[in-house]
Nanobody
């Protein structure tokens, strides 16, 4: 069994910062891409940022220059540092990992349960 557990969400004022963490645990052999997605009420889930095992990153245009994704491969953990937060960043944020549980199994998608980020004065 593999679990992705997010933490760090909450309520913050516009212009504030939050840092999300997501730790993958269980029977993990290898993790490829890790990412953060988010879903606002009434909207589809959207990609926020991705990071490869080597540290290459990609961001949605809406968060470039404000958010930073990073990872600790030794701890199977991915982070999202969110600065200059705006009300439109309000959403449930989900952790994602493309992983395999042993050398002979295909990679598969794994998701966390989500953590709420609310930006409001």
């Amino acid at each position: 069994q593999v679990q992705l557990v997010e933490s760090g969400g909450g309520l913050v004022q516009p212009g504030g910062s939050l840092r999300l963490s997501c730790a993958a645990s269980g029977s993990i052999f290898c993790i490829n891409t890790m990412a953060w997605y988010r879903q606002a009420p009434g909207k589809q889930r959207e990609l926020v940022a991705t990071i490869t095992p080597g540290g290459s990153t990609n961001y949605a245009d809406s968060v470039k220059g404000r958010f930073t994704i990073s990872r600790d491969n030794a701890r199977n953990t991915v982070y999202l540092q969110m600065n200059s937060l705006k009300p439109e960043d309000t959403a449930v944020h989900y952790c994602y990992a493309r992983l395999t549980t042993d050398w002979n199994s295909p990679f598969r998608d794994s998701w966390g349960q989500g953590t709420q980020v609310t930006v409001s004065s």
